[in-house]
Antibody
Framework: QVQLQESGPGLVKPSQTLSLTCTVSGGSISSGGYYWSWIRQHPGKGLEWIGYIYYSGSTYYNPSLKSRVTISVDTSKNQFSLKLSSVTAADTAVYYCAREAPTPSFFDPWGQGTLVTVSS | EIVLTQSPATLSLSPGERATLSCRAS??????LAWYQQKPGQAPRLLIYDASNRATGIPARFSGSGSGTDFTLTISSLEPEDFAVYYCQQRSNWPPEVTFGQGTRLEIK
């Protein structure tokens, strides 16, 4: 079955760019039919959708983060990535990657999540 | 943006009891609503999609209902492992934005 795994630095300095990668196994991003998404969860809080990318490269971002977010895909490596620029302590969160079925929409599976702390 | 409001914020019940969780959308989402369960330190797990379809491997004690703006997740008889936080989620047609409810914490009474 499809599995997702996040990777990247667990500590990022304020004003720098947070970069994470999600590696997909057990299935191909290129096969289409799904959105590949990033979701985050601030400590002790609820879930916040960041955005998605389709295998073709088309993207859509949460308007509240749009100015700082870039999601990209590398189909040759079966990976997709998140970059969040100009981070502050408010970006400290667990970041999840997940596969979304678009209609009806649901997220399954999810990666295990990775905690990113923004601190000097 | 479609806002999802879950109630109650916290639900205190005992094993064996029936749990009823609510999710209300600020405008119609048709039947396009999903439910997730999250335990501490774990990623959310899909329970229900398209309002009433159980995901693969989800026990029959979990059921979902509703359409339009009002949705319910019911756990018919609580097992000890069901005590967790539950989220609802939708994606609007346009703009294609995803929103989650703020969550309902189901705790042992």
């Amino acid at each position: 079955q499809v599995q997702l795994q996040e990777s990247g630095p667990g500590l990022v300095k304020p004003s720098q760019t947070l970069s994470l990668t999600c590696t997909v196994s057990g299935g191909s991003i290129s096969s289409g039919g799904y959105y590949w998404s990033w979701i985050r969860q601030h400590p002790g809080k609820g879930l916040e959708w960041i955005g998605y990318i389709y295998y073709s490269g088309s993207t859509y971002y949460n308007p509240s983060l749009k100015s700082r977010v870039t999601i990209s895909v590398d189909t040759s490596k079966n990976q997709f990535s998140l970059k969040l620029s100009s981070v502050t302590a408010a970006d400290t969160a667990v970041y999840y990657c997940a596969r979304e079925a678009p209609t009806p929409s649901f997220f399954d599976p999810w990666g295990q999540g990775t905690l990113v702390t923004v601190s000097s | 943006e479609i806002v999802l409001t879950q109630s109650p914020a916290t639900l205190s019940l005992s094993p064996g009891e029936r749990a009823t969780l609510s999710c209300r959308a600020s405008q119609s989402v048709s039947s396009y609503l999903a439910w997730y369960q999250q335990k501490p330190g774990q990623a959310p797990r899909l329970l229900i999609y398209d309002a009433s379809n159980r995901a693969t491997g989800i026990p029959a004690r979990f059921s979902g209902s509703g359409s339009g703006t009002d949705f319910t997740l019911t756990i018919s008889s609580l097992e000890p492992e069901d005590f967790a936080v539950y989220y609802c989620q939708q994606r609007s047609n346009w703009p294609p934005e995803v929103t989650f409810g703020q969550g309902t914490r189901l705790e042992i009474k």
